[in-house]
């Protein structure tokens, strides 16, 4: 059970991860591995004639994701001058004068002073250095002190997890194939058995190309936010100001179509538009004024070389 918004404040900060209450999705993600991995060590791996090769392959794999999952998560991303106690922190109140917990570069709940890149996370509530995210999968936050080994986790993960995919697809055209040449002939008691290996390996597969292609899309992400020395909360404020732009970019656009629309509206009222008599009337006061402006340069001109021919 997660904390509600309006009391994150009044709870102590949450150090790591592991700190209750943890994360339904965090829960989730536990359960899945162990569900997804346990089937491919009990009943896929063995299928294989060499045994021994996808087993070393699997658990040097499945190996690194847990050591960098860990340790992203039992890593504290808070910032260095947070000091945790087990007292109620100070309850914020949003207003119109204060909107922001950290202002003036000081945290009003955590009561130290920051950097302009340090963030107050509202779950784990407590300020983080470089704050990049919140992770649910983690139930922590990335920043700078454990963002390296995040990165660690996303290539980690796809490798876990193309090789269990890999297994359990070379499972299912091997069965499929009368001649098995990699695989084991099984024990006459699992012929029954293999049509239900071949759908549950079949959905498996599936699975975990959709699992692949949504981490492969934020591990190409991050690639791009450490390019363009962002973090993942820069980019989303960034996105957010853009936005905002466009949209009054849209409203003043709109406003001036509005006053065009009005503008011709009375022009087209009777009366709106001056009459071409009048139109023709104005064009030959101007022409006169500039016929008489030529005459009176070209007369001015006549008197000032009559006088200067008089002084020579």
């Not at 080994?149 to 090789?163: E, K, R």
């Not at 538009?273 to 009176?296: D, F, G, H, N």
Request: charged letters at 25%; aromatic letters at 10%.
């Amino acid at each position: 059970m997660k904390i509600k918004p309006e009391n994150k404040q009044e709870n102590p900060p949450r150090k790591n991860g592991f700190v209750c209450p943890l994360d339904t999705k965090q829960v989730s993600l536990w359960i899945v591995f162990f569900l997804f991995v346990s089937y491919t060590f009990v009943l896929v791996i063995p299928v294989f004639k060499l045994w021994y090769i996808p087993f070393s392959i699997e658990v040097i794999a499945v190996f690194c994701f847990v050591f960098f999952t860990l340790r992203t998560t039992w890593i504290d991303p808070a910032d260095f001058s947070v000091r945790y106690n087990n007292g109620e922190r100070p309850q914020f109140k949003k207003t119109k004068d204060n909107p922001h917990v950290i202002k003036n570069l000081y945290c009003q709940i955590c009561k130290i002073n920051v950097d302009s890149r340090t963030k107050h996370c509202r779950n784990c509530n407590k300020c983080i250095s470089t704050f990049d995210h919140h992770c649910d999968w983690l139930n922590t936050c990335v920043g700078k002190r454990n963002y390296r080994y995040f990165i660690g986790t996303l290539i980690s993960a796809q490798i876990m997890i193309f090789v269990t995919f890999l297994l359990n697809l070379l499972v299912v055209i091997g069965l499929a194939v009368a001649s098995r040449p990699m695989l084991v002939k099984l024990h006459p008691i699992l012929d029954d058995a293999e049509l239900a290996v071949i759908v549950i390996s079949s959905i498996v597969a599936i699975l975990l190309i959709v699992v692949i292609l949504f981490v492969a899309q934020l591990f190409f992400f991050h690639l791009k936010l450490i390019k363009g020395k962002q973090t993942t909360y820069d980019y989303i404020i960034a996105k957010r100001k853009l936005k905002e732009q466009r949209a009054r970019e849209a409203k003043e656009n709109a406003e001036k179509r509005a006053e065009m629309n009005e503008a011709f509206e009375v022009c087209s009222e009777p009366g709106g538009l001056p009459e071409e008599e009048e139109i023709l009337e104005s064009l030959e006061e101007k022409q006169k004024r500039v016929k008489s402006a030529t005459t009176v340069a070209t007369i001015s001109d006549v008197r000032m070389d009559d006088q200067g021919a008089t002084d020579s």
